[in-house]
């Protein structure tokens, strides 16, 4: 089992800046991909970004292209996601997800195996 934490999130204005971190309890961190989907009140949860085991390799969805960067450290078990120029929009639930099986970053919540509980960003005016 992989435990994962996402500590961080928070309220910042429009065209602000925010960096979440997820950090994993295994030893094989370096082993699968990992991702970050979000989740607006009364909406499905979305694909934001993802990246391979070894970092050479990432995805994104059109909405955050441009604005958001995924990155991982492997010695610290920790995925990053940098999320700049933010907007209202971006308002959600940031969970970080552990995908064993697919090794290449997907954005099909179904191929992950663990998620974490998720961290609050509110994007005002």
């Known amino acids: 089992h992989v435990h994962l934490v996402e500590p961080g999130g928070g309220l910042v204005q429009t065209v602000g800046s925010l960096i979440l971190s997820c950090a994993a309890s295994?030893?094989?961190?370096?082993?699968?991909?990992m991702g970050w989907f979000r989740q607006a009140p009364g909406q499905e949860r979305e694909f934001v970004a993802a990246?391979?085991?070894?970092?050479?390799?990432?995805y994104y969805a059109d909405t955050v292209k441009g604005r958001f960067t995924i990155s991982r450290d492997n010695a610290e078990a920790t995925v990053y996601l940098q999320m700049n120029d933010l907007k209202r929009e971006d308002t959600a639930v940031y969970l970080c997800?552990?995908?064993?099986?697919?090794?290449?970053?997907?954005?099909?919540?179904?191929?992950?195996?663990?998620w974490g509980r998720g961290t609050q960003v509110t994007v005002s005016e």
């Open positions: 295994s030893v094989t961190f370096g082993d699968y991909a």
């Open positions: 997800a552990a995908d064993f099986t697919t090794l290449s970053p997907t954005s099909r919540p179904s191929d992950y195996d663990y």
């Open positions: 990246i391979s085991w070894s970092g050479g390799n990432s």
